[in-house]
């Protein structure tokens, strides 16, 4: 803990001497005229609040990255996210499908189907519901929006952690165009277009596009293959028809599949290789040294985390489509907006499980995720004093998931099918229909000149039905093991209150404690008794948040901070445990936890072609009492994706050369100790660590064409995204981040 709050000085001092040099630039120039739009901070315009507002002016923490900052980052997929916005952990087993989204440490540290996030993913207002559909491409976009804190009273699905917006860019009154094409590293070839604009004087339409392909870095000895690759293409298809002046609607299309090689997983050995050849194998002295351990049958990885011996191609399929109809109607003054959305996703994956040439433990699964949503909201006028917004919600997602577990099969010559030796075939078949149902509301008015009062309640009730049977499968038996139905419900009252304050310079100060609601479940692990899987009931949390926002020096610097406070009742958490020697995973209900935690974000442009940015996110997040079922106490233990510090920050420098302009961006992305199991070994965490990325760009005059040279991770840094303990085949199971890549890339926009 004091080690915990020097750096937390430490880190505060230093922000607030970046604070006091930036404003101390900015001062010196007080006397100078006021500057020109291209030397001050943009204004960013966002819908957090359901209708457009400055960034400024809302009183949630709110990380806005508009669309021609995702291109100069070189954001693919919205795993990107966490190197832009502070205490936001994305991660996932998988490369590019379930990703689990820890935010404020908030998440589930699980990659079933059958789990809801914490966090919601939002595609124009469309909660995005699969977690196999999370991970989609990233294309023309108008920007990103990170809403931190439990999010419920102004949107159609409640979460805990918070909510992650993608706003599409939308037909315009002119006819647009863009183009981006690149190559890069491990031959990468990326494609984008998108046109859009007026159709006749009442519709406007737009069509974009993405294609992405990589060959594979991670080297495989065994097949003599390169693995990893990237394969995806995403299409979007948007009609806006305003029938008149007080009816309109628009149109969504869209489609993406996903369909590569996906990253192999490493073996990371506990035990040691003399004892597993003499047949007692015994825990390794020295399993965090690479190379060192082996697994049960033997096998020792390579040191390097992109090369190994894997004797199948780890593939990943993803298949997702929908629609959405918007529309907006006028009924007098108020205005009534109705959402229908469909979502459908088909899930393959077949990763190599055990990370060996031996045939250790294979899964392959197969997951369908289909959702019908229906949200109507009714709001105020746009004039009125008192602002406020009423909406109910309708979900249903039907889910069905195809799982086998494939045990040992490198011992059946020897000892053929035997449970007692876990040299068996299991294979879970699971459905479950989730119905959701929300009233909700938010309102907000002047208390004075200077004050406002914001409020909002939700009332939400959800009902599971899941079906499942498990079973031993073999080519001429098969041996039923559970076999039942189950339905459970819950209901939840969450709400919020804000008090925010307005001084002369408009800057902004609030307030505000704000609840939040998740219900629970049933667990999606394979099963060898019913009472092996029982449901998981509902959390519940209170975050209580202080926030300013700032902006000063003729526009020159912003500030945005928020300190907060949550705590946590049952917390929902992922448990490994090994019944009749199968390792599974499960959640259940803990019973308390805090954290507390800090988000700084700067912006500031000292000097004409300069811009700085920064983002600090701090972390205090403990479970203050959790025993588990097995005696365990893990209390006091960090919660899982909750790194004690993270830090971001981009500095661009645009020159002026000859008749076009040359731009220099270095961004970087820090991330302190951060722990994958609730268990906190040090064997399932990842050290802090380092990224560091950059950009060189031309762009001609009064041209509409760039020319922009891009590299990620440039000091080719190792480090860990997931680890799965499997302990009882004598191996963790390691998933590493992308060495270094890079790219060069023409972008042409009119």
Not at 72 to 93: C, Y
Not at 217 to 242: I, K, P, S
Not at 459 to 464: A, C, G, H, Q
Request: charged share 20%; aromatic share 10%.
């Amino acid at each position: 803990m004091t080690r915990r709050i020097v750096r937390w000085g430490y880190l505060i001092a230093w922000l607030a001497v970046v604070g006091i040099s930036s404003g101390q630039i900015a001062t010196a120039e007080q006397g100078d005229p006021v500057p020109a739009a291209a030397t001050i901070i943009e204004e960013i315009i966002v819908t957090a609040q359901r209708r457009e507002q400055s960034l400024g002016d809302v009183s949630i923490a709110i990380t806005a990255i508009k669309g021609d900052d995702i291109v100069r980052l070189h954001m693919t997929d919205p795993s990107d996210l966490a190197q832009q916005a502070p205490n936001l952990q994305i991660k996932s087993v998988f490369s590019k499908s379930n990703p689990q989204i820890f935010m404020r440490g908030v998440g589930v540290n699980d990659d079933t189907a059958l789990t809801n996030g914490s966090v919601g993913i939002y595609s124009d207002e469309v909660y995005v519901g699969a977690p196999a559909g999370q991970l989609f491409p990233i294309f023309d976009l108008e920007r990103i929006e990170v809403l931190r804190g439990p999010q419920g009273t102004l949107y159609g699905r409640n979460t805990t952690g918070g909510a992650i917006n993608f706003i599409s860019r939308q037909p315009g009154e002119n006819l647009e165009t863009s183009f981006r094409a690149g190559v890069g590293s491990f031959d990468e070839r990326t494609l984008e277009f998108g046109i859009g604009g007026p159709v006749s004087e009442s519709v406007g339409a737009r069509l974009a596009f993405v294609v992405n392909r990589r060959d594979g870095y991670m080297n495989n000895e065994y097949l003599d293959t390169f693995d990893a690759t990237t394969d995806n293409w995403a299409a979007r298809g948007l009609l806006r028809y305003d029938a008149t002046e007080m009816l309109s609607l628009t149109l969504k299309i869209h489609g993406a599949k996903n369909d590569a090689q996906a990253q192999q997983f490493r073996s990371q050995g506990l035990l040691d290789p003399a004892s597993v050849a003499a047949g007692a194998p015994v825990p390794c002295a020295s399993p965090e040294i690479a190379g060192s351990c082996s697994d049960l049958l033997g096998y020792i990885d390579s040191p390097d985390p992109h090369r190994g011996q894997w004797d199948r191609r780890g593939k990943e399929e993803v298949d997702i489509a929908g629609a959405s109809v918007n529309l907006t109607a006028m009924l007098g003054e108020l205005e009534l907006t109705s959402i229908s959305a469909i979502e459908s996703t088909d899930r393959l994956v077949r990763p190599d499980t055990d990370a060996s040439p031996n045939q250790v433990l294979h899964i392959d699964w197969l997951e369908t995720n289909d959702q019908f949503s229906q949200e109507f909201r009714l709001a105020s006028p746009a004039s009125s004093d008192i602002r406020w917004m009423a909406g109910v919600y309708y979900l249903n997602q039907e889910i069905s998931l195809d799982q086998t577990n494939d045990v040992l099969r490198e011992l059946r010559p020897m000892f053929g099918f035997d449970p007692s030796r876990l040299i068996v075939t299991i294979n879970t078949n699971i459905d479950q229909d989730l119905e959701s149902y929300a009233a909700f509301g938010h309102i907000e008015f002047g208390l004075s000149e200077r004050f406002d009062l914001v409020a909002g309640l939700r009332y939400t009730s959800e009902e599971r039905d899941m079906s499942r049977l498990d079973a031993f499968v073999e080519p001429t038996f098969s041996i039923p093991l559970v076999q039942f139905s189950d339905s459970v419900s819950f209901s939840n009252l969450s709400g919020k209150l804000a008090l925010e304050y307005r001084d002369d310079q408009d800057n902004l100060a609030y307030a505000s404690v704000s609840s939040g609601f998740k219900s629970g479940g049933f667990n999606g692990a394979v099963a060898l008794d019913p009472d092996s899987v029982p449901p998981f009931d509902e959390e519940t949390l209170t975050t209580f948040e202080l926030g300013y926002k700032w902006t000063g020096f003729a526009d020159r610097l912003s500030i945005n901070t928020a300190g907060f406070y949550t705590a946590y009742n049952d917390l929902q958490v992922f448990t490994r445990l090994s019944s009749g020697g199968i390792p599974r995973e499960i959640l259940t209900n803990a019973a308390d936890a805090s954290v507390l935690g800090l988000e700084v974000e700067l912006s500031a442009i000292p000097t004409e072609g300069l811009e700085l940015r920064m983002g600090l996110g701090l972390l205090d997040a403990e479970l203050t009492d959790y025993r588990t079922d097995g005696g365990q106490d893990f209390s006091g233990n960090k919660l899982v994706g909750a790194p004690d510090v993270t830090l971001n920050g981009l500095v661009r420098k645009d020159f002026h050369v000859g008749n076009g302009t040359i731009a220099l961006q270095a961004d970087f992305y820090f991330q302190d100790d951060v722990f994958f199991e609730t268990s906190n070994d040090p064997l399932l965490a990842q050290d802090a660590y380092w990224l560091l990325g950059g950009r060189i760009s031309y762009r001609p005059l009064d041209k509409p064409w760039e020319l922009a040279l891009w590299g990620a991770n440039l000091l080719d840094e190792d480090y860990l995204v997931s680890v799965v303990g499997l302990g009882l085949f004598g191996y963790n199971l390691q998933s590493w981040g992308e060495p270094r890549t890079w790219g060069i890339e023409f972008i042409w926009r009119r």
